[in-house]
C-alpha cells in the first residue's frame, strides 16, 4: 500500500464523497514521527530505485535521483552538520536556491533535530542581520552563486553565528567552508539517534518568516509533524500520481516549496522536478512539462496567466492529469483558456505560512468555481467569522479562523504552527477564544464555497461598504492593459475611504486620463459598481515584499501623510 496509508488508514480512492472525506480523515502517528526517517529512509529501504526527483539545471543538464540516492545523500550531510558540532535543536539557515543540495540539507537537519530556516538569495545584508539575530541563527549554508556571502558578511557581526558554509566551491574569504567537499567526505550511513538526542513529533523542526507586509516579519514555528499536515496538499489537492511527476514553481526559499516540493509529493510517492531556471519564461516551462512528461502541476495564478498567453497548441501536454493555483483569485478567463488547451480545470487552494492547505478544491468529490478557494479541507475546522466571533451568516464577510487552542499539542491540526517564536504576545493574540485567526478574510456562498476578500487590515470600509482589495485586484487583472494592481482606501472625508488602485500597465499602454476611465467603467461592468475605484494612479512598479507579497501597507501610509 502507498505510504500514506500508514498515516489516514485508508487509500485515497476509499472516500466516496467530500463528505466522507470530512467525517472520516484523521491522521495517526508516533510519537517519535520524524519524516526523515518514517518517509523517506522507509522508502528507501521499500523501494530503493523508485524515482525520488528529476533535477534540471539553467544549462538544461538533468539528474535523475532515487529515495535511496536522496536517503544516502541526506546522511551525508548529516554526518557532516554532526562533524561540525550541529545537534538537536540548533538553528540552521539554508540559502540554498532550487539546487538540490537542499532536499539533502532538510532531511539531514530532521534527522539531527536540528531547526530548519528557508531563506531566499534576494536577502540584503539588513535581511540577514535581523533574521539571524532574531531565530539565534548557529550556521548558515548558502549558495556560491552570485554575490550572497558577501551581503552575509556585510550584515554581520552577528551574535550567535558559529559557522559558515558556501556551495559550489566558491573562494568567499576566511571563515568559509566548502560544504560540497565537507560533505563528500563524509559516509553515506546514519544511525537514527536514540535517548536525549531522538526527535518527538512534538519538537520543533522548522522556523519560517512571514512575509512581512507591515513590520518585521514573524517567526513561524512548525513542528515534526508539519509534513503529515501536507497529505492533504499532495495526496488529495496536489492529486500526485504514484510513480509520476510532480512540478511546483517556487524557491526554496518560501515555505511554498515544501507545499509541492517535498513532504505531500512523497507521502504520495510521486517524483519531484525541479527546475533551476533563472527567469521565469512561459514558453521555457511549456518545453519542460513536454519533455519529461509532467504529470501533476501548481503554479501560482501570475505565471498561468503568462503561461496561456502563449501558443500552447505547440507543446504536446498530454501527460499532465492535474493542475492546481494558489496566492490569487484565478480570473474565469485564464481558467478557460487552460481548459481549452489541456481539457483540464484548475484546482484552487489557499493556506498560510502558519498553515498547510486550509481550503481547496479537491478532485474529484468538488466542482471548481474560477476564483473561489474551495472548501475547508479535511483536518482542519474552520469557520469564517463575524466581528462578533459568531459564525458569519451566507454571504457576509468574515475572518477565517481555525478552531484550536495553541497551548494544548493535541488540540492543534496537523500543519498549523506551534507558535510565533519568541513573540508570546502575537502568540496569544492570534490563538484568542479557542482559535487561530488567520486575519484573512472571505465570504461563503450558498454551497459552502469560499470567496476570498482580503486581510482584515486590507479591507476598503466606504460609505457602509466593506471591499476587499482582491476582489477588485481580480477584476482589473482581466484587462489586458493591466499588468499588476493594488488596491487600498484612500482617505475621504465624506465617504470615510475612496477605493483607489494602483496600477501598474502592460508595455504599450500609456497612464492617461481616459485609460484610467476605461479601467474604471471595466470595473463597473464586471462587479457591482460601488467597488469601483474612484482614484486610479499608474505606477512604474508596486511595493513589495522580499517574497513579491504588495506592500499596501505603504501606499496607505504615503496616502495618508499627503491628505
Not at 534527522?111 to 531565530?135: F, H, M, P, S, W
Request: net charge negative.
Amino acid at each position: 500500500m502507498p505510504i500514506y496509508e500508514q498515516f489516514i488508514g485508508h487509500s485515497r480512492d476509499d472516500f466516496t464523497s467530500y463528505e466522507d472525506l470530512l467525517s472520516r480523515y484523521k491522521i495517526t502517528h508516533a510519537e517519535d514521527f520524524n519524516f526523515a526517517y518514517d518517509v523517506l529512509d522507509r522508502l528507501a529501504e521499500t523501494q530503493p530505485e523508485k524515482l525520488c526527483m528529476v533535477w534540471v539545471g539553467a544549462d538544461g543538464s538533468d539528474k535523475y535521483i532515487t529515495f535511496s540516492d536522496m536517503s544516502r545523500s541526506s546522511s551525508q550531510a548529516a554526518n557532516y552538520f554532526k562533524s561540525l558540532g550541529i545537534k538537536k535543536g540548533d538553528f540552521v539557515m539554508l540559502v540554498l536556491k532550487r539546487d538540490d543540495l537542499f532536499w539533502y540539507c532538510m532531511m539531514a537537519l530532521h534527522k539531527i533535530g536540528a531547526v530548519v530556516v528557508q531563506a531566499t538569495n534576494l536577502l540584503t545584508a539588513e535581511d540577514y542581520k535581523y533574521r539571524c539575530n532574531a531565530a539565534g541563527i548557529k550556521m548558515v549554508v548558502i549558495t556560491g552563486d552570485d554575490d550572497c556571502t558577501e551581503r552575509f558578511d556585510a550584515g554581520g557581526p552577528y551574535k550567535t553565528v558559529e559557522l559558515k558554509a558556501v556551495t559550489k566551491s566558491k573562494n568567499a574569504g576566511a571563515g568559509w567552508l566548502d560544504f560540497e567537499a565537507g560533505v563528500n567526505a563524509q559516509p553515506d550511513t546514519w544511525q537514527r539517534p536514540s535517548g536525549p538526542e531522538a526527535t518527538a513529533a512534538s519538537d520543533c523542526m522548522l522556523v519560517s518568516f512571514s512575509s512581512g507586509t507591515t513590520g518585521y516579519p514573524k517567526m513561524v514555528s512548525h513542528d515534526f509533524t508539519y509534513p503529515l499536515g501536507h497529505l492533504m496538499t499532495g495526496v488529495f489537492w496536489h492529486r500526485v500520481i504514484d510513480g509520476g511527476l510532480h512540478f511546483t514553481i517556487s524557491d526554496t526559499g518560501w515555505l511554498k516549496s515544501l507545499w509541492g516540493k517535498m513532504y505531500g509529493q512523497w507521502l504520495g510517492e510521486t517524483a519531484i522536478f525541479t527546475y533551476d531556471f533563472n527567469r521565469f519564461n512561459a514558453a521555457d516551462i511549456l518545453s519542460k512539462l513536454e519533455k519529461y512528461k509532467v504529470t501533476t502541476f501548481c503554479l501560482p495564478p501570475t505565471m498561468l496567466r503568462m503561461i496561456v498567453n502563449e501558443d500552447m497548441s505547440k507543446y504536446d501536454l498530454s501527460s499532465l492529469k492535474h493542475c492546481c493555483t494558489a496566492g490569487e483569485a484565478l480570473n474565469p478567463d485564464t481558467f478557460a483558456k487552460w481548459r481549452a488547451y489541456t481539457g483540464l480545470d484548475i484546482y484552487e487552494g489557499f493556506g498560510q505560512t502558519e498553515t498547510t492547505i486550509t481550503v481547496g478544491t479537491l478532485y474529484p468529490f468538488m466542482e471548481p468555481r474560477p476564483g473561489s478557494m474551495g472548501l475547508p479541507v479535511p483536518g482542519y475546522d474552520l469557520l469564517v467569522v463575524d466581528e462578533k466571533g459568531d459564525e458569519a451568516p451566507m454571504g457576509v464577510t468574515g475572518e477565517i479562523c481555525i478552531r484550536a487552542r495553541q497551548k494544548l499539542y493535541d488540540d492543534r491540526p496537523k500543519g498549523l504552527f506551534r507558535e510565533y517564536y519568541r513573540n508570546i504576545d502575537a502568540t496569544e493574540t492570534t490563538f484568542a477564544n479557542g482559535f487561530y485567526h488567520s486575519g484573512d478574510t472571505a465570504y461563503r456562498d450558498e454551497s459552502g464555497y469560499l470567496w476570498y476578500v482580503g486581510r482584515n487590515d486590507d479591507i476598503i470600509k466606504s460609505s457602509g461598504y466593506r471591499i476587499g482589495p482582491f476582489e477588485v485586484e481580480s477584476v482589473l487583472a482581466e484587462h489586458p492593459a493591466v499588468l499588476e494592481s493594488a488596491v487600498t482606501g484612500a482617505p475621504d472625508p465624506v465617504r470615510g475611504f475612496n477605493v483607489k488602485a494602483t496600477i501598474v500597465l502592460r508595455h504599450g499602454y500609456a497612464p492617461t486620463e481616459a485609460m484610467a476611465k476605461e479601467l474604471q467603467n471595466f470595473v463597473k461592468t464586471h462587479t457591482a459598481p460601488y467597488k469601483y475605484p474612484r482614484v486610479v494612479e499608474f505606477a512604474a512598479e508596486l511595493p513589495k515584499t522580499i517574497s513579491g507579497k504588495i506592500r499596501r501597507g505603504e501606499i496607505r501610509e504615503k496616502d495618508e501623510r499627503h491628505g
